[in-house]
């Protein structure tokens, strides 16, 4: 089978990132032929103004788009992160050219303005399934008028052209919860699977968990990963032998530091 692969990519490398390369290298292990049209945002502040502009609909992402179908003719395309220079337009293209089209749904981006459920620390749901407005109105995406009224309108402008309901065959929910929450926003439930993410198996343990003392915490240190409440708890536990180390980084990482929680490594 003929995959072509979509993806852009985030400034700093996550979990998308490495999802997006896990899938790659399974399906080339497995006979396939997999192509990657890969985008990233722009690093400097003008370019990523103009690339954020174009977001709800970007013709030139949809050109290239046409392009890579004309000469790879995938059997199936696989839609990972549009945001923000890829844009919705390349579902459209896909769509127009008759290529069947996956879509993993890695986070809350086509019903939340800011892609997580979250606002002031806590969990929000206010725009799923209606207007993106209150996003506008808390300054939901980077604390900003501009920016989340264009994420907003990127929401409001593809709900309105049906390009989540017309242009994408299957949708790839990676828990139960994500699956959940796309029923809230409309999403049709004959369209939704869940397929959990995974990694490579390092192969069995050399020593059982009981006989280690370390827990090991790895990801972004931002708000959205629920940094404190891990420190609370941990905090919390009181006496123990066990120590958490912390790999990852983000702008979190000096304020974590700096509560001294004991037994806290943060490592980067």
């Known amino acids: 089978m003929r995959i072509l692969q979509l993806h852009t990519r985030y400034r700093q490398a996550g979990g998308e990132d490495r999802v997006v390369a896990a899938e790659a290298d399974l399906l080339r292990s497995a006979g396939h032929t997999v192509e990657q049209l890969l985008a990233d945002n722009p690093m400097s502040p003008r370019a990523a103004t103009g690339a954020m502009l174009k977001s709800p609909w970007n013709p030139a992402s949809r050109q290239a788009v046409e392009r890579a179908v004309a000469r790879f003719k995938p059997d199936v395309a696989h839609v990972h992160n549009t945001w923000y220079a890829m844009s919705p337009s390349v579902l459209g293209a896909l769509r127009a050219s008759g290529v069947p089209t996956v879509m993993t749904v890695h986070n809350y981006r086509l019903m939340c303005v800011n892609g997580m459920l979250l606002r002031d620390g806590r969990p929000c749901e206010d725009c799923i399934g209606r207007s993106p407005l209150p996003g506008i109105r808390h300054r939901c995406y980077r604390n900003s008028v501009v920016a989340s009224t264009i994420a907003a309108a990127t929401i409001g402008y593809n709900r309105r052209r049906s390009t989540w309901a017309r242009a994408v065959d299957l949708y790839l929910a990676p828990t139960e919860f994500v699956r959940d929450r796309l029923l809230d926003g409309g999403f049709p439930a004959d369209r939704i699977r869940v397929k959990p993410h995974f990694v490579e198996d ?23 990963k629920g940094c404190h409440a891990l420190l609370d708890a941990w905090a919390a536990l009181g006496d123990t032998e066990l120590e958490l180390v912390s790999i990852g980084d983000g702008p979190l990482r000096d304020e974590l530091s700096r509560r001294r929680v004991p037994r806290v490594r943060f490592v980067g």
Request: glycine share 8%; no cysteine.
């Open 202 to 224: 390092p192969g069995p343990r050399r020593v059982p968990p009981s006989q280690s003392h370390t827990v090991l915490s790895v990801g972004r240190l931002s708000p959205d």
